[in-house]
């Protein structure tokens, strides 16, 4: 037998144990989850970022878990646990300010070494904890059944214990960054009280971790003003409009605000959904509108400026964008303007049928689309809420060839009588990318009106329907809740 059961050596508790497996599990889901977060700015949350990270977090448990074994037969696992527990801690804590610097750099091969590294350094160090407190635990070959099933469910259980608290409670109430440092202080402690606990010694290893995290920590900030549920969240004032804010989400210039003047419309999108409006109502007449997706309330500003007596309702996914719209860009709510902090998909089937004159979308990122707002099933409940004469108008981002926009405008066309497509003639060439707006509308649409609303927006874009319309979107499938691949349809890494 090993020095773990000689004489003076009494196996680890039963409790310690449970204890140490079920915190280090529940770890590595902590880790995993944030991450996602954490990369989000620079890689989306899209299908494939999920899959890289979970796929990641898999080897590195299953790494862990080997060495882990191995080192145990090798090496005392009552010297090895505190020391290994510590170092997680430390890895954990610089995880957000890792990301953030390789992030800052531009650098795309960089930043998914650094991803990696940082997913995989802490998942297996913990990973590594559990074969380790196993072979503390076992006295006998006769028990091992027992220890070994035993530790792996409380293991399961931990895992179980970190995804659901850190997807219901942490990110919802504590910006990423702190769950990191959080835990990863939590880890190190532990780490203290094992080599204490266990082997009797003074933690000098903790306490150097200690010390090392927190100078990483000050030499590489955070580059966020809020972390959201959701976005890293920064406002930016105009250096040459005085009133000018800029809602930056997740490293995309979201929305533009006129603190002085609601009117002014800076980006090109924006002047287009104001181009569409002029085009298809009278002038000043008050609309009821209906908006996917809040960022910086731009338009639904817009519109109680230029068309007093229009009524906004708007869902929005991201409680911590309504706080940045409020406490920095000066959004006031009241009867004109209410904003529902909810799923768009889910927050339209409150919107009373045929009550609406106008539904905005604005809810897709550059490489992050809530694909359940692009199906089928979604626009049915767009066309659903709109009157007869109603319009849908739809802000969309892609990429060369364009292969998500297509199928969308697929899909408009199987919901609705009248669609088109507007943006600048480069973008709908297709060998470029940029901002589109759909438009849709089962009453006919005044394109001519609509052209004549861009030129009065000083925007340069042209207006597709009809047959060249059927043209531009060639053999692409529309859009389903059962066939709807929106983050493969997006290349914005081509």
């Given at each position: 037998?090993?020095?773990?059961?000689?004489?003076?050596?009494?196996?680890?508790?039963?409790?310690?144990?449970?204890?140490?497996?079920?915190?280090?599990?529940?770890?590595?889901?902590?880790?995993?989850?944030?991450?996602?977060?954490?990369?989000?700015?620079?890689?989306?949350?899209?299908?494939?970022?999920?899959?890289?990270?979970?796929?990641?977090?898999?080897?590195?448990?299953?790494?862990?878990?080997?060495?882990?074994?191995?080192?145990?037969?090798?090496?005392?696992?009552?010297?090895?646990?505190?020391?290994?527990?510590?170092?997680?801690?430390?890895?954990?804590?610089?995880?957000?300010?890792?990301?953030?610097?390789?992030?800052?750099?531009?650098?795309?091969?960089?930043?998914?070494?650094?991803?990696?590294?940082?997913?995989?350094?802490?998942?297996?160090?913990?990973?590594?904890?559990?074969?380790?407190?196993?072979?503390?635990?076992?006295?006998?070959?006769?028990?091992?059944?027992?220890?070994?099933?035993?530790?792996?469910?409380?293991?399961?259980?931990?895992?179980?214990?970190?995804?659901?608290?850190?997807?219901?409670?942490?990110?919802?109430?504590?910006?990423?960054?702190?769950?990191?440092?959080?835990?990863?202080?939590?880890?190190?402690?532990?780490?203290?009280?094992?080599?204490?606990?266990?082997?009797?010694?003074?933690?000098?290893?903790?306490?150097?971790?200690?010390?090392?995290?927190?100078?990483?920590?000050?030499?590489?900030?955070?580059?966020?003003?809020?972390?959201?549920?959701?976005?890293?969240?920064?406002?930016?004032?105009?250096?040459?409009?005085?009133?000018?804010?800029?809602?930056?989400?997740?490293?995309?210039?979201?929305?533009?605000?006129?603190?002085?003047?609601?009117?002014?419309?800076?980006?090109?999108?924006?002047?287009?959904?104001?181009?569409?409006?002029?085009?298809?109502?009278?002038?000043?007449?008050?609309?009821?509108?209906?908006?996917?997706?809040?960022?910086?309330?731009?338009?639904?500003?817009?519109?109680?400026?230029?068309?007093?007596?229009?009524?906004?309702?708007?869902?929005?996914?991201?409680?911590?964008?309504?706080?940045?719209?409020?406490?920095?860009?000066?959004?006031?709510?009241?009867?004109?303007?209410?904003?529902?902090?909810?799923?768009?998909?889910?927050?339209?089937?409150?919107?009373?049928?045929d009550s609406r004159d106008l539904v905005v979308g604005d809810a897709f990122g550059g490489v992050s689309v809530p694909?359940?707002?692009?199906?089928?099933?979604?626009?049915?409940?767009?066309?659903?809420?709109?009157?007869?004469?109603?319009?849908?108008?739809?802000?969309?981002?892609?990429?060369?060839?364009?292969?998500?926009?297509?199928?969308?405008?697929?899909?408009?066309?199987?919901?609705?009588?009248?669609?088109?497509?507007?943006?600048?003639?480069?973008?709908?060439?297709?060998?470029?990318?940029?901002?589109?707006?759909?438009?849709?509308?089962?009453?006919?649409?005044?394109?001519?009106?609509?052209?004549?609303?861009?030129?009065?927006?000083?925007?340069?874009?042209?207006?597709?329907?009809?047959?060249?319309?059927?043209?531009?979107?060639?053999?692409?499938?529309?859009?389903?809740?059962?066939?709807?691949?929106?983050?493969?349809?997006?290349?914005?890494?081509?």
């Amino acid at each position: 037998m090993t020095d773990e059961t000689t004489p003076g050596r009494a196996p680890l508790a039963g409790w310690a144990a449970g204890s140490l497996v079920f915190g280090s599990s529940a770890a590595v889901l902590v880790v995993e989850l944030v991450a996602l977060r954490l990369l989000a700015p620079y890689l989306g949350l899209t299908l494939e970022t999920n899959t890289l990270v979970i796929g990641v977090a898999l080897a590195a448990i299953a790494l862990g878990s080997w060495l882990g074994g191995r080192s145990a037969d090798v090496v005392q696992p009552r010297r090895t646990l505190a020391p290994l527990l510590a170092v997680s801690g430390a890895a954990v804590a610089v995880t957000p300010f890792a990301v953030r610097a390789a992030g800052s750099l531009a650098d795309g091969g960089l930043l998914l070494l650094v991803a990696g590294l940082t997913i995989i350094v802490p998942g297996a160090l913990l990973s590594a904890v559990t074969p380790m407190v196993t072979k503390l635990v076992l006295t006998s070959l006769d028990e091992t059944g027992s220890v070994v099933g035993r530790l792996s469910g409380i293991g399961t259980a931990g895992a179980i214990f970190g995804t659901v608290v850190t997807g219901f409670v942490l990110i919802s109430t504590v910006p990423v960054t702190w769950i990191m440092v959080g835990l990863g202080a939590a880890l190190v402690v532990t780490a203290a009280v094992v080599e204490v606990g266990v082997r009797r010694r003074v933690p000098v290893v903790p306490a150097v971790v200690v010390l090392l995290a927190g100078v990483v920590g000050v030499l590489v900030p955070g580059g966020c003003d809020a972390e959201t549920t959701y976005h890293c969240a920064q406002v930016s004032a105009d250096p040459d409009r005085e009133g000018g804010r800029l809602l930056v989400l997740d490293g995309l210039r979201h929305s533009y605000v006129d603190l002085d003047d609601p009117t002014h419309l800076e980006f090109s999108y924006t002047q287009g959904l104001a181009g569409v409006v002029a085009g298809s109502y009278d002038a000043g007449e008050p609309l009821a509108a209906y908006h996917l997706g809040a960022g910086g309330l731009t338009f639904p500003r817009y519109l109680a400026a230029t068309r007093p007596g229009s009524r906004s309702v708007v869902s929005e996914i991201d409680p911590g964008v309504v706080r940045v719209d409020t406490e920095r860009l000066g959004v006031r709510t009241g009867p004109d303007l209410e904003v529902r902090v909810e799923d768009g998909r889910r927050g339209i089937t409150r919107v009373g049928t045929d009550s609406r004159d106008l539904v905005v979308g604005d809810a897709f990122g550059g490489v992050s689309v809530p694909w359940h707002l692009t199906t089928t099933e979604a626009v049915e409940e767009v066309r659903r809420v709109l009157r007869p004469d109603g319009v849908y108008v739809a802000n969309l981002i892609d990429y060369e060839p364009l292969a998500f926009a297509r199928a969308e405008l697929r899909t408009l066309r199987g919901v609705f009588d009248h669609v088109a497509l507007a943006a600048d003639p480069y973008t709908l060439s297709g060998r470029g990318g940029g901002n589109l707006l759909a438009i849709a509308s089962d009453a006919p649409l005044d394109l001519p009106a609509v052209e004549a609303g861009f030129e009065d927006q000083d925007l340069p874009w042209d207006v597709v329907d009809g047959d060249a319309l059927t043209a531009w979107i060639g053999d692409a499938r529309a859009l389903t809740d059962d066939d709807a691949p929106v983050d493969q349809l997006l290349t914005p890494y081509a």
